[in-house]
């Protein structure tokens, strides 16, 4: 789930481009979680929710969506090790 605030972008146009952006940074980078969660047998259910003042441009919510699933990936490791 992508969502983007219409208090933040009252205008539908930049709302929808942000969300464009957003799902296409996610599509080209999933194969980085989906690999973890293939591997440990899990499910996931994700929402992204922008927050900047403005439209950024593509790279920078692309490396932003990198490391938000990075991190995610490595806080899951940490717990995964420290049950077991």
Same mark, same amino acid.
């Given at each position: 789930? &992508? *969502?983007v605030p219409a208090k933040i972008f009252p205008r #539908? /146009?930049? $709302?929808n481009r942000v969300k $464009?952006?957003? $799902?296409? #940074?996610y599509r080209l980078n999933k194969h980085l979680l989906y690999g973890f969660l293939n591997s440990t047998n899990q499910g996931l259910l994700i929402a992204f929710i922008y927050t900047a003042k403005k439209v950024e441009p593509f790279e920078l919510i692309q *490396?932003? &969506?990198i490391l938000i699933l990075k991190m995610? &990936?490595?806080s899951?490791? /940490?717990v995964r090790k420290n049950i077991q």
């Open positions: 789930m &992508i *969502s #539908a /146009v930049d $709302r $464009r952006l957003t $799902r296409e #940074a *490396s932003k &969506i995610f &990936i490595e899951n490791e /940490v």
